[in-house]
């Protein structure tokens, strides 16, 4: 059993998020297929794909104009809630003390948190990403409350169609499992997610401790999303 986890971003509609629940009822899979959707779509929808936000605040309620709190997502009917995504990062300044609190948040209205680390390109060529990835598992990540999920988003690889090497995301996911081990969750699931398509999830999802994928632009399309939850069954 794989997670196959989609990120719509700013993308999508009522109408399009039906349909694809729809063309996803049409498959018959043992994968854990969830669908990070913006927040307007997630209550209301039903099928076969849970639902999961792409944000959430890391207050609990009051005086926070425009912020959509844990407890609102959990009444909406999201189940997961991506956090410290790199767009975040990049363009609102969430830093991995902001994506831990949002996660206990998470946590404490009983939705599974999928906490985002990865390198930037400028990381990347100072031979930084070990180091980076491992501070932010061990920033990012609650040390305790319920389940987490991780995923491992090299930043430059994501909306650019190219991927690491197999032994880098390799390297990476045996490091991020063992950190997560070290600070009592072992055991969590491990995403991948940059640039994943048809033609290559089968192969990523290979790699030891690539427990899933977490899929942007090739998820916006049962045509495309489809081929990658069936990539194994
Ligand atoms: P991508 O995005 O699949 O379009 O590269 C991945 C992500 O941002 O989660």
Redesign the pocket.
């Known amino acids: 059993m794989k997670i196959i986890a989609g990120?719509w971003?700013m993308n999508g509609s009522r109408s399009a998020l039906a349909e694809m629940q729809g063309a996803l009822d049409g498959i018959k899979t043992e994968n854990r297929v969830i669908l990070c959707v913006p927040f307007t779509m997630i209550s209301g929808n039903s099928g076969p794909a849970a639902i999961g936000a792409q944000d959430v605040s890391m207050h609990s309620h009051g005086a926070f104009t425009g912020e959509v709190s844990a407890e609102m997502l959990r009444d909406a009917g999201a189940k997961y809630v991506i956090v410290g995504?790199?767009?975040r990062r990049m363009y609102h300044g969430e830093t991995n003390e902001i994506v831990r609190n949002k996660a206990e948040m998470a946590l404490s209205a009983g939705i599974t948190p999928i906490i985002c680390v990865g390198e930037t390109m400028e990381e990347k060529d100072a031979g930084k990403t070990l180091e980076i990835i491992e501070s932010g598992v061990r920033e990012s990540v609650p040390s305790d409350g319920g389940d987490v999920i991780v995923a491992y988003?090299p930043r430059w690889?994501?909306?650019?169609g190219i991927t690491p090497t197999d032994d880098d995301i390799a390297a990476a996911h045996t490091l991020i499992a063992e950190t997560l081990e070290k600070m009592g969750r072992g055991g969590a699931p491990i995403l991948y997610?940059?640039?994943?398509k048809g033609a290559n999830a089968a192969q990523i999802m290979s790699i030891p401790h690539v427990d899933g994928v977490?899929?942007?632009?090739?998820s916006l399309k049962s045509d495309d999303f489809i081929p990658i939850i069936m990539a194994t069954k």
């Open positions: 990120n971003k995504h790199s767009e988003e690889a994501i909306g650019a997610g940059a640039s994943v977490l899929v942007g632009g090739a």
